[in-house]
């Protein structure tokens, strides 16, 4: 019931919770960089792309999108 009262994402709702959960943002950010340092834009773009539209409040926020806008414009 609770869930389903709030007005945002899963994500925010679970942010609003407990702020750990925000640690899973910046894994879904240090996956893409692994995958993209190892030459692996395919496997990294949706992990940036995930951390964008789901954690909006992440300090690798800035970093995701200017990733995602390099990655996207080759």
Do not use: T
Not at 26 to 41: C, G, M, P, Q, T
């Amino acid at each position: 019931e609770e869930i389903a009262r709030h007005r945002g994402s899963v994500q925010s709702y679970l942010l609003a919770r407990n702020g750990v959960w925000n640690l899973v943002g910046r894994v879904y950010f240090h996956l893409a960089e692994i995958y993209l340092k190892s030459d692996n834009k395919a496997q990294a773009l949706p992990y940036y792309q995930r951390h964008v539209d789901e954690f909006v409040q992440s300090e690798y926020l800035e970093r995701a999108q200017r990733r995602l806008k390099e990655l996207n414009a080759k």
